[in-house]
């Protein structure tokens, strides 16, 4: 049996989706572990475009698709999505997409607190998507939130709801000065929820218990990127779970002994979307033709993506925190066409040279990249699919990373396209 947990190793946006898409052909059940609806998985196949928030990227693939304890839900996206899929011609059955009955709910009253204190923030907000997120996991941690096996319980819901809602409400009026939630309406609108996904929700962790012990390989999809990790992130400009491999069993509800490899995807270069420093970023003509080219537009927000060059430095915390034993490389054919391409290799704070990726957000907002300059290529490398048919300079650099970070790749993307990839060694086989 393989289990294989899939992590971005940067600020998210790596191209998850489509490498989760792409390995899922080899998987039986595919599990997400955190975040919700803040999440934009791409999946391109047969030229047609799916971007999926909650469901995880096995749904393509036919697979088995779980939605772990550690995610937040927002059930109007799920139901949205699953009708979308549906009306694609994808199975969405009942045993196609389980949800955890210990996953939480976000409530109307978690998004708007969320976009009301964004609002309010002005220049010191963190640049959330504005799903209810944060506000989600507040709950879950001050142990006032709602699971979904209290959704399946109308009396045990409503007592719940209205004894959190007066709280909520006298927050949002009289401190954010936004509109209250109304008790009856949430109440009809998660009723019928309700009845839509209970036929879904299940016992998450004894699922994948019981494919385990019967052979069955799964595939834990991350969301987000380590940087944005609650813990190892760049705080306060974060989310509000962990994103890090490590969460994938407390996210699903298995041990660690059952996890046998790690995979970290990295963009070729770098982005953000969001406040927050990012000390390689680029303010020139090149920042904007990696933009361009790579269409980086966020998935959920359609906020134009910040770009810069790829940071080794991030790239060697992430293989620490995250425990990585191998490297996909997203968009190598968005850098293309450059005459030179760079590597952030270390930083130095006030003359020093560091070597590892600081906590303070003061220290990284002033650190310098040292930057190492490789020469670009100029072919289209997106049909290319034997990394010995890439030209020199692109497989310099691919090495160039993998040998920094002492990291095997075992994937390269060279186009949004399940079939625009090269496969080196493929976890799975
Ligand atoms: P995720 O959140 O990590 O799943 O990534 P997103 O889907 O938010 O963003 C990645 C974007 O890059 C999507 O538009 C993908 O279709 C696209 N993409 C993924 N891999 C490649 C690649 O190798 N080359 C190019 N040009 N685009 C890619
Ligand atoms: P995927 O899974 C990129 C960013 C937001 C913001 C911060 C906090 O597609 O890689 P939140 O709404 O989570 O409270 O926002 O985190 N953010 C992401 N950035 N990709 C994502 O997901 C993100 N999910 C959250 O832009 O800066
Ligand atoms: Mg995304």
């Known amino acids: ?131 209810g997120i944060g506000p989600c996991y507040e709950d879950k941690a001050a142990r006032t939130g709602i699971r979904f096996t209290e959704l399946l319980d109308q009396k045990v819901f409503s007592e719940k709801l209205s004894a959190v809602l007066e709280e909520k409400n006298f927050y949002i009026k009289n401190f954010l000065n936004a509109e209250i939630i109304e008790l009856n309406r949430i109440i009809d609108q998660y009723n019928s929820y309700a009845e839509r996904l209970a036929p879904h929700v299940a016992n998450v962790s004894v699922l994948i218990d019981r494919a385990g012990k019967a052979g069955k390989h799964v595939l834990f999809e991350g969301a987000q990127g380590t940087h944005l990790d609650i813990d190892h992130g760049t705080y306060p400009y974060v989310t509000s779970s962990n994103t890090v491999a490590g969460n994938a069993c407390c996210g699903a509800g298995i041990g660690p002994q059952e996890i046998s490899g790690v995979i970290g995807i990295v963009k070729a270069y770098t982005t953000r979307v969001g406040e927050g420093p990012f000390p390689t970023e680029l303010f020139d003509e090149t920042g904007d033709k990696i933009q361009k080219k790579g269409a980086e ?9 910040r770009c810069g060059w790829i940071d080794i430095v991030m790239l060697r915390n992430s293989v620490r925190l995250n425990g990585l034993s191998g490297l996909v490389i997203t968009k190598l054919d968005v850098l ?36 190492e300059t490789m020469p670009g290529w100029s072919e289209d490398i997106s049909n290319i699919r034997q990394t010995e048919d890439l030209p020199e300079n692109a497989r310099n650099y691919i090495n160039r990373i993998s040998k920094l970070v002492e990291v095997p790749i075992c994937i390269v993307s060279v186009g949004p396209g399940r079939d625009e990839t090269i496969v080196i060694n493929n976890p799975f086989l």
């Open 1 to 131: 049996m393989s289990n294989i947990v899939i992590v971005g190793t940067q600020w998210g946006d790596e191209g998850k989706g489509k490498i989760v898409d792409l390995l899922a052909e080899y998987v039986d059940i595919v599990v997400r572990f955190q975040g919700g609806n803040n999440a934009g998985h791409t999946m391109v196949v047969n030229g047609e475009q799916f971007i999926s928030h909650i469901v995880p990227s096995g749904i393509l693939q036919g697979k088995t698709c779980l939605i772990g304890n550690g995610m937040v839900v927002d059930p109007a996206v799920l139901l949205e999505e699953i009708d979308y899929l549906g009306s694609m011609g994808i199975d969405v059955g009942t045993d196609k997409i389980k949800i955890s009955e210990k996953a939480h709910l976000i409530m109307p009253h978690h998004k708007q607190i969320d976009i009301a204190r964004e609002n309010m923030n002005g220049n010191t907000k963190i640049g959330t998507t504005g799903r």
């Open 297 to 305: 537009f966020g998935a959920t927000t359609g906020r134009k993506r």
């Open 336 to 371: 293309g066409g450059l005459e030179s391409i760079r590597l952030c290799v270390d930083y130095t704070y006030k003359g020093e040279i560091l070597h590892d990726f600081p906590a303070s957000l003061k220290v990284l907002a002033e650190c310098e990249p040292v930057f």
